[in-house]
């Protein structure tokens, strides 16, 4: 079984999904204010326990994969970040290429979670990736995820469409220790 690795920031704590956090992960994806930008509706128990399943396949078959954030000394489920390649209709297309996205709870969001985690995963990808670069997609309106993206270093290189609904697309290159592309 391959080990996911665990990471820690000032206020968070990043590791592997497992069967406990499902509760936590259902809760939050059935709330309405998180998934405004991502798909538009609340997630079904059904879908949030796919999510799951793809998260850790993504670790077992990639490589890399998708952390549970939670808070350090409370211990309080904070939300979801990592990378994923879900091969997406989307022009230009970035199969196999990693794809970085988070997601918060609403409690948690505008305190600069997001960021935190953000920047460990990219300090992670840039350790550990072999990709020369990361990419995201993130819905025009959804300015909290744009700001998030270009504090960590991603620059918008497309205007496309997903589904039907317009997404912006990203990209950010892999960086070594000097903090100069690789």
Not at 22 to 36: E, K, L, N
Not at 125 to 133: H, I, N
Not at 163 to 177: D, H, I, N, Q, S
Request: hydrophobic share 40%; net charge positive.
């Amino acid at each position: 079984m391959f080990e996911i690795p665990s990471l820690d920031t000032e206020r968070l704590s990043l590791r592997g999904h497992g069967l406990e956090d499902f509760p936590d992960s259902a809760a939050m994806w059935a709330d309405a204010r998180v998934t405004r930008y991502i798909g538009g509706k609340p997630f079904s128990n059904s879908e949030v326990w796919s999510r799951l399943l793809r998260h850790r396949g993504h670790w077992s078959l990639l490589g890399f994969g998708y952390w549970v954030l939670r808070e350090r000394v409370t211990n309080r489920f904070v939300g979801e970040v990592g990378y994923f390649d879900l091969r997406r209709d989307i022009e230009p297309r970035f199969d196999g290429t990693p794809e970085i996205g988070w997601a918060l709870a609403h409690w948690a969001q505008g305190q600069g979670l997001a960021t935190e985690a953000v920047r460990a995963v990219v300090a992670w990808g840039d350790r550990s990736l072999k990709a020369t670069r990361t990419v995201c997609a993130i819905e025009p309106a959804n300015l909290p995820s744009i700001r998030v993206a270009t504090k960590c270093g991603y620059v918008q290189t497309h205007k496309s469409t997903f589904k039907g609904e317009p997404v912006l697309l990203f990209a950010r290159p892999r960086t070594g220790e000097s903090g100069a592309p690789t």
